[in-house]
Antibody
Framework: EVQLVESGGGLVQPGGSLRLSCAASGVTFSSFAMSWVRQAPGKGLEWVSIISRTGTDSYYADSGKGRFTISRDTSRNMLYLQMNSLRPEDTALYYC???????????????WGQGTMVTVSS | DIQVTQSPSTLSASVGDRVTITCRASQSVGTWLAWYQQKPGKAPKLLIYRASSLESGVPSRFSGSGSGTEFTLIISSLQPDDFATYYCQQSNIGDTWMFGQGTKVEIK
């Protein structure tokens, strides 16, 4: 069974940093792109970032460009999101999600974790 | 950037109703569009990818259609388990994977 488990969320002051992690199991991790999606309390889904199978390519929503960095460690089946210069509007539940298919371009996210909560407040 | 707009924002329906949700993109996305279902306190669940392909395990009462800028998710006969919020997502256009704002399907 494919499982994604996020960790690393918490309370951080504005301007602070946080590193989120996502542990993948039950899947050949290097075969899929991986993504972060967030959801502010009571709001809709917002795509944050995606990284290619090999980790050589990454893309970001405008909201995180220059502040967030996505990375992956294939040897450990781990996905990361380094978030710097955090703002109150970054407060959200952060999900990691597995891209599909396992070849060609990613057309959807078929497996999701349960999320880790990030709260940016003084 | 591509904008993705869903309508309606909220929909009231009864069990057995045929439900239609529309998603419009600000520019053509071909068939690079997916649909998700999310229930309160749960992670989203993929329903449809590439505009019309049903994800494995998803009931056949769900169907997707469209291409270019206009897309539709149809639930042919609404079931009690289907009351949820639905999101469309354009994928891999301009290296973005943007979501629509969501459509909440409520009990009438």
């Amino acid at each position: 069974e494919v499982q994604l488990v996020e960790s690393g969320g918490g309370l951080v002051q504005p301007g602070g940093s946080l590193r989120l992690s996502c542990a993948a199991s039950g899947v050949t991790f290097s075969s899929f792109a991986m993504s972060w999606v967030r959801q502010a309390p009571g709001k809709g889904l917002e795509w944050v970032s995606i990284i290619s199978r090999t980790g050589t390519d990454s893309y970001y929503a405008d909201s995180g460009k220059g502040r967030f960095t996505i990375s992956r460690d294939t040897s450990r089946n781990m996905l990361y999101l380094q978030m710097n210069s955090l703002r109150p509007e970054d407060t959200a539940l952060y999900y990691c999600a597995k891209g599909r298919p396992n070849s060609g371009s990613t057309d959807a996210f078929d497996i999701w974790g349960q999320g880790t909560m990030v709260t940016v407040s003084s | 950037d591509i904008q993705v707009t869903q309508s309606p924002s909220t929909l009231s329906a009864s069990v057995g109703d045929r439900v239609t949700i529309t998603c419009r993109a600000s520019q053509s996305v071909g068939t690079w569009l997916a649909w998700y279902q999310q229930k309160p306190g749960k992670a989203p669940k993929l329903l449809i990818y590439r505009a019309s392909s049903l994800e494995s395990g998803v009931p056949s009462r769900f169907s997707g259609s469209g291409s270019g800028t206009e897309f539709t998710l149809i639930i042919s006969s609404l079931q009690p388990d289907d009351f949820a919020t639905y999101y469309c997502q354009q994928s891999n256009i301009g290296d973005t994977w943007m979501f629509g704002q969501g459509t909440k399907v409520e009990i009438k």
